[in-house]
């Protein structure tokens, strides 16, 4: 099976979709003036967004990476994901703490879904 990329650029793409799974690169708020309940929200938009264009969603999510800048930020990430997260189809998830490459940056995501049949 052919590996399909999108919005592909000279460091990463954004998108690899191989026999109908879904990889997404780290997503990050642009706007990094927010706090980390917006930088989250954010986030999880661009996360829709992509998923959405490769015929998948939050409900298909099937593992999740996140990390943030400071575990002082865990419950702040927490109430926006849980609004945000697909009641019944919560996925496998991990949350640690890491020094993002732009210090403004209080969040990154990375899921791994499955796409719609």
Wanted: glycine share 6%.
């Amino acid at each position: 099976m052919a590996v399909i990329r999108h919005h592909v650029g000279a460091r990463l793409s954004e998108i690899a979709v191989h026999n109908g799974t879904v990889y997404l690169a780290g997503q990050i708020a642009e706007d990094t003036n927010h706090d980390i309940a917006g930088q989250t929200r954010e986030v999880l938009g661009h996360i829709d967004r992509l998923l959405a264009e490769v015929n998948s969603d939050k409900s298909h999510l099937l593992s999740v990476q996140i990390y943030i800048s400071d575990m002082a930020h865990f419950a702040g990430m927490n109430a926006v994901w849980d609004t945000w997260v697909a009641a019944g189809a919560t996925p496998p998830r991990a949350t640690v703490e890491a020094k993002l490459a732009n210090p403004a940056c209080l969040v990154e995501i990375v899921v791994v879904a499955a796409q719609r049949s």
